[in-house]
């Protein structure tokens, strides 16, 4: 049976003229353990629907149903219960807080979900490759490492679900992948579901499942593997060449500005 089933989702901004179909009548299933990437344009209701799953946000019509059960969204106390109990949300920004250690910030989560275990919070840093860093405050690290703490933190209460949100997209192309190697490595480990919003086709490589996105409809579902590997393919293939290309324009730029200072 199917951990997450969507029935029907419509949530809309604005009226006439200005009516914005954030998602449009969606129907998704999806099952334990699949490593879902979201991906479409901007605006095509990626963050929408993913703040739905974390019951953050409400939609105007349709079900939701968790393992079988239906999700309490609109009433505000049964959200936030909802969420405690299943829900891990690593943001873009990181969001740790700044006067606690690494260490601190997984066990902050620990303690809110009543669940102290200094010695799981130390074993959550390691798999994520921050092992003997605990002590560190966030300032005093990259922002890769303070991503991991993130994964860490959200891995914390053990939730159900993983959810990720541009999680890389202030890293760079190095970095983002040392992140999701570790968080998918975790993730499969612990046996959780994730999900994770990504404008970055080379990150579908990461993914089990890849759902894209427009003007609030799903326009693909496709499963991860040799078609995931081929579109990263062509991208970081797209990269060198770019790079290629810039790298010559500069040279070239260069030259000519020796010649001219020669001949001056």
Same mark, same amino acid.
């Given at each position: 049976?199917?951990?997450? &089933?969507?029935?029907?989702?419509?949530?809309?901004?604005?009226?006439?003229? *200005?009516?914005?179909?954030?998602?449009?009548?969606?129907?998704?299933?999806?099952? $334990?353990?699949?490593?879902?990437?979201?991906?479409?344009?901007?605006?095509?209701? /990626? *963050?929408? !629907?993913?703040?739905?799953?974390?019951?953050?946000?409400?939609?105007?019509?349709?079900?939701?149903?968790?393992?079988?059960?239906?999700?309490? !969204?609109?009433?505000?106390?049964?959200?936030?219960?909802?969420?405690?109990?299943?829900?891990?949300?690593?943001? $873009?920004?990181?969001?740790?807080?700044?006067?606690?250690?690494?260490?601190?910030?997984?066990?902050?989560? &620990?303690? =809110?979900?009543?669940?102290?275990?200094?010695?799981?919070?130390?074993?959550?840093?390691?798999?994520?490759?921050?092992?003997?860093?605990?002590?560190?405050?966030?300032? $005093?690290?990259?922002?890769? $490492?303070? &991503?991991?703490?993130?994964?860490?933190?959200?891995?914390?209460?053990?939730?159900?679900?993983?959810?990720?949100?541009?999680?890389?997209?202030?890293?760079?192309?190095?970095?983002?992948?040392?992140?999701? %190697?570790?968080?998918?490595? *975790?993730?499969?480990?612990? /046996?959780?579901? *994730?999900?994770?919003?990504?404008?970055?086709?080379? =990150?579908?490589?990461?993914?089990?499942?890849?759902?894209?996105?427009?003007?609030?409809?799903?326009?693909?579902?496709? /499963?991860?593997?040799?078609?995931?590997?081929?579109?990263?393919?062509?991208?970081?293939?797209?990269?060198?060449?770019?790079?290629?290309?810039?790298?010559?324009?500069?040279?070239?730029?260069?030259?000519?500005?020796?010649?001219?200072?020669?001949? %001056?």
């Amino acid at each position: 049976m199917a951990i997450i &089933q969507l029935e029907g989702l419509s949530r809309h901004y604005g009226e006439d003229e *200005t009516l914005v179909k954030a998602l449009d009548n969606i129907s998704i299933s999806i099952e $334990q353990g699949e490593i879902v990437a979201l991906l479409g344009p901007s605006g095509s209701g /990626k *963050t929408t !629907l993913l703040n739905t799953i974390a019951a953050l946000d409400v939609p105007l019509e349709g079900a939701y149903l968790f393992d079988g059960e239906e999700v309490p !969204l609109g009433h505000v106390e049964k959200m936030t219960t909802f969420r405690r109990e299943n829900i891990g949300y690593i943001f $873009q920004f990181f969001n740790l807080l700044a006067d606690l250690t690494a260490l601190e910030n997984v066990l902050l989560v &620990q303690d =809110l979900s009543g669940s102290r275990n200094k010695e799981k919070a130390l074993g959550l840093l390691d798999s994520v490759g921050l092992e003997g860093l605990g002590d560190r405050f966030p300032s $005093q690290m990259s922002g890769g $490492q303070r &991503q991991r703490v993130a994964i860490a933190r959200a891995l914390a209460k053990s939730p159900r679900i993983i959810l990720g949100d541009e999680l890389t997209g202030n890293l760079d192309t190095e970095t983002s992948t040392m992140v999701m %190697e570790a968080l998918v490595k *975790t993730c499969r480990k612990e /046996k959780m579901t *994730t999900i994770f919003v990504t404008h970055d086709e080379s =990150l579908t490589r990461f993914a089990t499942r890849i759902i894209r996105l427009d003007s609030g409809k799903v326009v693909d579902d496709e /499963k991860g593997g040799l078609k995931s590997i081929v579109n990263t393919t062509k991208f970081v293939a797209e990269s060198v060449v770019e790079e290629a290309v810039g790298g010559a324009k500069k040279i070239t730029s260069k030259l000519r500005d020796i010649a001219k200072s020669i001949v %001056e």
